[in-house]
């Protein structure tokens, strides 16, 4: 069974520290190219941040390169990521999403639940 299972949000102050974990279940974690997406209330989910399936490739979205980092322990089978210097406006539910890195017969795709993240004083 596949599972996708975030967790490490909570409530921080502005100007605040969180480390979302995501543990991966069912499937070969390593073979996954991993991504953290968020969504605030009454907006559309947006891709935060993305690691390839040997975590040596990063990209990030605008609004959080210099204050957030991704990575990955294939030995865990678990994804990170470090958030610092949080703002308002990063509060919204996070999620975990797993891409296999093959196309062909049929490329694999999974969610986790989310986690709720809220930066506010």
């Known amino acids: 069974q596949v599972q996708l299972v975030e967790s490490g949000g909570g409530l921080v102050q502005p100007g605040g520290s969180l480390r979302l974990s995501c543990a991966a279940s069912g499937f070969t974690f390593s073979s996954y190219t991993m991504r953290w997406y968020r969504q605030a209330p009454g907006k559309e989910r947006e891709l935060v941040a993305v690691?390839?399936?040997?975590?040596?490739?990063?990209n990030y979205a605008d609004s959080v390169k210099g204050r957030f980092t991704i990575s990955r322990d294939n030995a865990k089978n678990t994804m990170y990521l470090q958030m610092n210097s949080l703002k308002p406006e990063d509060t919204g539910v996070y999620y975990c999403?797993?891409?296999?890195?093959?196309?062909?017969?049929?490329?694999?795709?999974?969610w986790g639940q989310g986690t709720q993240v809220t930066v506010s004083s």
């Open positions: 999403h797993a891409q296999s890195v093959w196309i062909l017969p049929r490329q694999e795709t999974y």
């Open positions: 690691i390839s399936s040997a975590g040596g490739t990063t």
